[in-house]
């Protein structure tokens, strides 16, 4: 009687592992629904409608967090839309997916620049120059970003914050 429960018990565990294993979908298997939204998105972004490549870009990530390029497209977007915080953090999550994503370390560097990280921007740019043996386009943009500096606005407001008032 013993036996025969924990044979069933075993048969059971069996048939539940193997039935949740041939569900899932390999890694490198983009959701096709998160791939055609990818596609609207560029759409949009090119059409110039922000606001609207934002919405249908945020639905494509959330249909598949595995879709990098999304994520560098969303945050290519926020970027134009004047958020470099929020375009920081999703090159981060896109980074987090591909750590050599030349692209996504390229428009984090730039976002940081435009935040006045400096320092930071010239580490993505030394991992882009291990990753690219050669030239490569993603450095040479990063490198002339990071020449140009930070735009007048952020380094006027770090100079005033460290800057103790005068009375």
């Not at 979908?25 to 949009?44: C, F, H, T």
């Not at 591909?98 to 006045?116: F, S, Y």
């Not at 740019?125 to 952020?154: E, F, H, N």
């Amino acid at each position: 009687m013993r036996l025969s429960s924990l044979a069933a018990a075993a048969a059971l565990a069996v048939v539940s592992i193997s039935t949740s294993l041939s569900g899932q979908r390999p890694d490198n298997q983009i959701d096709a629904r998160s791939l055609q939204l990818l596609e609207q998105g560029r759409g949009l972004k090119a059409a110039g409608n922000l606001e609207g490549a934002t919405d249908v870009l945020e639905t494509a990530v959330t249909v598949d967090p595995r879709n990098r390029a999304a994520f560098v497209l969303l945050a290519e977007v926020a970027d134009a839309r004047g958020l470099p915080g929020k375009a920081i953090r999703l090159y981060r999550e896109a980074l987090l997916l591909d750590p050599n994503d030349t692209r996504a370390l390229r428009g984090q560097g730039e976002a940081l620049v435009q935040r006045g990280a400096v320092t930071r921007a010239k580490d993505n740019l030394a991992k882009i120059k291990t990753l690219c043996k050669s030239d490569c386009a993603d450095a040479t943009a990063l490198a002339a970003q990071i020449a140009k500096g930070p735009p007048a606005a952020v380094t006027t407001a770090q100079v005033d914050t460290k800057t103790p008032p005068t009375p």
